[in-house]
């Protein structure tokens, strides 16, 4: 198991810049908790957990500007491919390995075809795509509704120096490092289980 498991005590977290970590009551125990989960569900159509079974602490993040994940420098792709998880974006959970999809991964995959339609160009890309495009905006519309972040943002940003002025708000957000690890600890086994199952491979998901 993850070492980011929480345990049954409220933790009281430590700082690291950048993110300053505060204290928050800690949501799964220990050891054995996929265990616990195969108990409390039977992964088969709704019956399953809800959540990734992750830490969920909490954490303040200052948005900044940036000089990586542009849309059409060099590198940008790369970049962006690196918000993506080890695998293909997908966890197996459950003995049958029942795969799911995890909200922020879905978010990011959206924002990662987002931009590289924007740099191919919406005339130049099939009808297909052009739907699923709109199912990305549509998803995120609601995403951050759902997430209905309400911290004020001072200024005026016409009148803000987005150059010299490069630091805004600091939001309170789950760490994300805990679903990163738990992904890849998941894909390493899910690698596993298709080589002692004979499963064959499927293309990549994640771009």
């Not at 790369?78 to 997908?90: K, P, Q, S």
């Not at 191919?120 to 905006?137: A, D, Q, S, V, Y």
Request: glycine content about 6%; some cysteine; overall charge neutral.
């Amino acid at each position: 198991m993850s070492k980011h498991f929480l345990t049954c005590k409220t933790e009281r977290s430590i700082s690291a810049s950048p993110l300053k970590h505060i204290v928050r009551p800690n949501l799964f125990c220990p050891a054995g908790i996929e265990s616990a989960l195969r108990r409390a569900a039977a992964f088969v159509g709704t019956d399953h957990p809800k959540r990734l079974p992750v830490s969920e602490k909490l954490v303040k993040m200052t948005v900044e500007e940036s000089a990586h994940y542009g849309i059409t420098d060099p590198e940008a792709e790369e970049e962006w491919l690196w918000t993506g998880t080890t695998g293909d974006g997908h966890v197996r959970i459950g003995e049958e390995k029942r795969m799911f999809a995890v909200a922020m991964f879905h978010q990011l995959h959206c924002l990662r075809r987002i931009r590289s339609t924007l740099v191919e160009g919406w005339g130049n890309i099939p009808e297909g795509r052009k739907r699923h495009i709109l199912h990305f905006f549509n998803y995120l519309r609601q995403w951050t509704l759902c997430n209905a972040d309400v911290t004020l943002e001072k200024g005026d940003f016409a009148k803000r120096n987005f150059t010299t002025e490069r630091r805004g708000a600091t939001h309170t957000c789950i760490d994300w490092v805990p679903a990163y690890e738990y992904m890849t600890e998941k894909w390493f086994e899910w690698e596993e289980f298709k080589r002692v199952n004979n499963i064959p491979e499927h293309d990549d998901v994640t771009k």
